[in-house]
């Protein structure tokens, strides 16, 4: 069946540094590929999209990757500041006719001062 | 100047109610979603609409039926609460139909079901 996985529930990391968040997917064949940030009692924001035919795309701290091989995307954000403490969703969209928006689960990312 | 408005923020009832939760979107797009987001953060499309069109209907019971009176507004109804149903609704529209674009969500509305 087909699964997106966020490798990690929750994640903590010291102010100043890369956080890198996994989103790895199986049986499915995104033709693009979102990510959103979600802070509590809020609907997700969308923050970037990145296509399949993409290997990279930046956004001023944040940068996505997209691996087909590898099936994974990796979403980072440097100089972390703990304001980026949020969860953070992936969301693919497929290449069939129905073309939805199916969203991992998120990773809570957490940027101690 | 809210884009995506959804109306109540929170929502508790007794098992066997009926209740609708409205959406409004200023955005002018075309196209429009209910999500359900459970107690393990997962999201999850239940409905989307374009143009008042029913185009994507996941497997819901039959106890929530979208209403669209026009492209702005998507409203939902559910039937016959019961205690599974509570979760944070999301409404959420897009310019087009789901694809590239971006989607933009409202605040959520919580459900609880006594």
Same mark, same amino acid.
């Given at each position: 069946?087909?699964?997106? %996985?966020?490798? &990690? %529930?929750?994640?903590?990391?010291?102010?100043?540094?890369?956080?890198? @968040?996994?989103?790895?997917?199986?049986?499915? &064949?995104?033709?693009?590929? *979102?990510?959103?940030?979600?802070?509590?009692?809020?609907?997700?924001?969308?923050?970037?999209?990145?296509?399949?035919? %993409?290997?990279?795309?930046?956004?001023?701290?944040?940068?996505?990757?997209?691996?087909?091989?590898?099936? *994974?995307?990796?979403?980072?954000?440097?100089?972390?500041?703990?304001?980026?403490?949020?969860?953070?969703?992936?969301?693919?969209?497929?290449?069939?006719?129905?073309?939805?928006? $199916?969203?991992?689960?998120?990773?809570?990312?957490?940027?101690?001062? | 100047? $809210?884009?995506?408005?959804?109306?109540?923020?929170?929502?508790?009832? *007794? +098992?066997?109610? !009926?209740?609708?939760?409205?959406?409004?979107?200023?955005?002018?797009? !075309?196209? +429009?979603?209910?999500?359900? *987001? !459970?107690?393990?953060?997962? @999201?999850?499309? +239940?409905?989307?609409?374009?143009?008042?069109?029913?185009?994507?209907?996941?497997?819901?019971?039959?106890?929530?039926?979208?209403?669209?009176?026009?492209?702005?507004?998507?409203?939902?109804?559910?039937?016959?609460?019961? @205690?599974?149903?509570?979760?944070?609704?999301?409404?959420?529209?897009?310019?087009?139909?789901?694809?590239?674009?971006?989607?933009?969500?409202?605040?959520?509305?919580?459900?609880?079901?006594?």
């Amino acid at each position: 069946s087909q699964k997106i %996985e966020q490798n &990690s %529930e929750a994640l903590n990391i010291q102010e100043g540094k890369t956080a890198t @968040l996994t989103c790895n997917y199986t049986n499915y &064949s995104p033709a693009y590929l *979102q990510w959103y940030r979600q802070d509590p009692g809020r609907g997700p924001v969308f923050l970037l999209l990145i296509r399949e035919n %993409e290997k990279e795309k930046r956004k001023e701290r944040l940068k996505v990757t997209f691996d087909t091989t590898l099936k *994974q995307s990796l979403f980072h954000i440097t100089a972390s500041q703990p304001a980026d403490s949020a969860t953070y969703l992936c969301a693919m969209i497929s290449s069939g006719s129905a073309r939805q928006l $199916t969203f991992g689960s998120g990773t809570q990312l957490t940027v101690l001062p | 100047d $809210t884009a995506v408005s959804q109306t109540p923020k929170y929502l508790v009832t *007794q +098992m066997g109610n !009926d209740k609708s939760i409205k959406c409004e979107q200023n955005l002018g797009h !075309d196209t +429009m979603y209910w999500y359900k *987001q !459970d107690s393990k953060k997962f @999201l999850k499309i +239940m409905f989307s609409y374009n143009n008042k069109e029913l185009i994507i209907n996941e497997t819901v019971p039959n106890r929530f039926s979208p209403k669209s009176p026009d492209k702005a507004h998507l409203n939902l109804h559910i039937n016959s609460l019961e @205690l599974g149903d509570s979760a944070v609704y999301f409404c959420a529209s897009s310019h087009g139909r789901p694809s590239t674009d971006t989607q933009y969500f409202g605040p959520g509305t919580r459900l609880t079901v006594l």
